[in-house]
């Protein structure tokens, strides 16, 4: 069993006047949320291992509140290369101080059908700033999603098609 964690690589769109570019480390330059309805999307890095089966996906938010003042409510949706919402979970932030936020483990794209690698690679991430308790600003450190899979056969299996093997010497599994 292997992960991944696929970060930040672009903007799709953004109507806040900040940079999502901010959200690529978990090190304290926040992206700001300051109203209600604002959203960011973004793309992410793409897997780079030897990928076999897929077994879950599962986002994480590292964000905060504005010390001093109320809870902040942010909106995670995992998202298609389409901006197709697949998932979408809502996580509330209390101040003080930068909390982690960790979604559901997904182990389907769709509710039934097995992620694919090409799934996981055309992934995107829309971040909305969605209600407050009282006037209050969302400030989101760091987002990623953590992809868990098997690693699939370094080698291809033997096929002899014609032919013979001779094997002079140690251990052969047939399974």
């Known amino acids: 069993m292997a992960q991944e964690t696929l970060?930040?690589?672009s903007t799709v769109s953004n109507d806040t006047s900040n940079d999502p570019s901010r959200l690529v480390a978990l090190d304290g330059g926040a992206f700001l949320m300051q109203t209600?309805?604002?959203?960011v999307i973004i793309e992410l890095t793409n897997l780079t291992g030897n990928v076999g089966t897929i077994n879950y996906i599962q986002h994480t938010i590292h964000g905060n509140?504005?010390?001093?003042?109320?809870?902040?409510?942010?909106?995670?949706?995992?998202l298609n290369?389409?901006?197709?919402?697949?998932?979408?979970e809502t996580h509330t932030f209390n101040p003080p101080g930068i909390q982690t936020k960790t979604g559901t483990q997904r182990t389907t794209s769709d509710g039934s059908t097995a992620w694919t690698e090409s799934d996981i690679n055309?992934?995107?991430?829309?971040?909305?700033?969605?209600?407050e308790s009282a006037?209050?600003?969302?400030?989101?450190?760091?987002?990623?999603?953590?992809?868990?899979y098997d690693l699939a056969p370094a080698t291809p299996p033997l096929q002899l098609t014609s032919g013979l093997v001779k094997i002079t010497s140690g251990l052969v599994k047939i399974s």
């Open 81 to 88: 290369d389409s901006n197709t919402e697949l998932y979408a």
């Open 36 to 39: 209600i309805g604002h959203a």
């Open 122 to 131: 055309a992934l995107r991430l829309k971040i909305e700033f969605v209600a």
């Open 135 to 148: 006037p209050n600003d969302l400030s989101i450190d760091f987002v990623k999603i953590t992809v868990d």
């Open 7 to 9: 970060v930040f690589s």
């Open 65 to 78: 509140g504005i010390a001093g003042k109320t809870t902040s409510n942010g909106k995670v949706f995992i």
